[in-house]
């Protein structure tokens, strides 16, 4: 199947379309974390996005996006993290429902989230299959339209409309950071850094536990995890088809970190800059502290991609 | 003793002096925690204030404000706190020595944030009667001059540029709010909200088990508060004398509030707002919370008074 790649002016029409629904997010730079590393930093914080998370950029934009003849039966997806919220939230906003299946051992804070914002939650067993098969069932019962939570056109323009903004309001970069987990982000922010920060490097972080963007990247063709295993919870998906064929396009490298190089970098956003980052988030952070990166002398732009933690569950 | 009383005219030149190392801190604002409250707050992050609190600004006017006779000899202080390390970088970046008397029984992670500021610590027994005589035997041997906490004219000043930055930034309140410990926030809050937003009113908020500042408003006299105990521990000491005279005039009320109420909204904030702040600085937030303050359908105005705080170590 031959698949149309988002281009830098869908990222602009994706962002012309949600601009009045998500926040622009502050930049922000930290004095000592510059001389820690040598660089200088310029964190893009989407974990102060609305749901906390870049990802209501991408749900904005595929829910803004749908023909009128869908909206009245609504959206649906099998996410069962910030996705999930996003595109709850984001359907409640244009006033149509959302569908999310969830197994039934998500934790009850995952649960509250999306009930929080509106979803209707269908529950399934905990198996990818049972998972996909109730989905199933769902759109086929309401007519809603399934939102992928990265293997998406619209949501991998949404996602790109962070870099978009970064670059627009910080000046051109040496680098661009982002992690990788199923690539939605990595995909959007490379197009728009290709577009518009064509001299500096694109450069994803991904944690050595779920490294298939990393094998995938350098065997040039997708190489899913099996049994994923880190800290960082929003990064444990495999990148999608549509994800990856951007990512080959438009990515410099790919380089992993350890577990413990991002709990190290997550505390020092957290004591250093007073500000809360999930652990997916300190990602690039964590490559630059484990010297993967060479920020010397650099401007490096970073998206910090979200603050969802349980703070009943520190790694510290 | 006439103590001279510090003017909002003594704020505006104190800003003057030292916006040029102070961070102009963001104001945010958080649809759900307006949502809740039924108010519109706005708050001003001084946990995004170098140091991690608003304590650099009253610091940083004391050193700035040193006669030429003085810069050699330095500062001192007893302070084992947020202060201690302000003192220590404002000193710092004028090149003057700044020492510390700390009890030799302080956490290892305060003493380290005073050591990486460049202070030089001189450790004592953990009695106010101690650490009082070894400051005098430092301050005789140097010819430092203390710079108290709060009880202090130029800190004072420094403490009332936060507010004014608010007000100038976000508009007029019809409440301002902040925490109140020694006096030294609220004192120099107090000056500027009457000053530049005289038909709101001031009120400050104040852990139970530390209630001097409440009981010494009513009593219209100063009542220090014996073995106060709070999870706010930037709040543990009593009013200053010239921090009281400046309260009794400027100040509408002082309310007091649970430490649960205090874990409550600290952990609020932390949630909806992705930011760090300590305890004390979620006092006002408790006292809104416990429904001490109304602030349905007002714009409120609240001092978050600083983000440093023990990650091993927290109320949830």
Not at 11 to 26: C, D, M, N, S
Not at 57 to 68: D, E, H, P, Q
Not at 170 to 195: E, K, Q, Y
């Amino acid at each position: 199947m031959i698949l149309k790649l988002p281009e830098f002016q869908d990222i602009q029409e994706a962002h012309e379309l949600i601009k009045g629904q998500v926040h622009r997010t502050p930049v922000l730079t930290s004095q000592s974390i510059n001389e820690m590393t040598g660089g200088k930093l310029f964190f893009k914080c989407e974990n102060f996005q609305k749901v906390g998370a870049f990802k209501f950029r991408g749900a904005s934009n595929a829910v803004l996006s749908l023909g009128k003849n869908q909206l009245l039966k609504g959206v649906c997806t099998h996410s069962s993290g910030n996705h999930a919220a996003a595109l709850a939230l984001a359907a409640r906003m244009r006033g149509i429902p959302a569908y999310v299946v969830m197994p039934d051992n998500a934790p009850a804070i995952k649960k509250k989230a999306v009930e929080s914002y509106g979803g209707r939650i269908t529950y399934c067993q905990p198996t990818l299959e049972s998972r996909e098969k109730t989905l199933l069932e769902i759109a086929d019962k309401t007519g809603a339209k399934e939102i992928h939570p990265y293997n998406n056109f619209q949501v991998i323009c949404g996602q790109g409309t962070a870099a978009k903004e970064l670059i627009e309001d910080s000046g051109n970069f040496d680098i661009i950071l982002c992690p990788v987990g199923g690539g939605g982000l990595l995909s959007g922010t490379a197009i728009s850094a290709r577009a518009l920060n064509p001299n500096g490097l694109m450069i994803a972080a991904e944690p050595e536990g779920a490294d298939d963007a990393y094998r995938s990247f350098h065997a040039k063709m997708l190489v899913p995890s099996i049994n994923p295993k880190t800290i960082a919870d929003g990064l444990l998906t495999s990148v999608g088809e549509l994800n990856f064929r951007i990512i080959q396009r438009k990515t410099d490298e790919i380089v992993t970190v350890s577990d413990r190089a991002i709990i190290r970098a997550m505390r020092m956003i957290w004591e250093r800059m007073k500000i809360i980052v999930e652990p997916s988030a300190a990602v690039p952070l964590a490559a630059i502290l484990e010297n993967k990166i060479d920020v010397n002398g650099k401007r490096v732009g970073i998206i910090l991609s979200g603050g969802n933690v349980d703070l009943e569950n520190l790694p510290f």
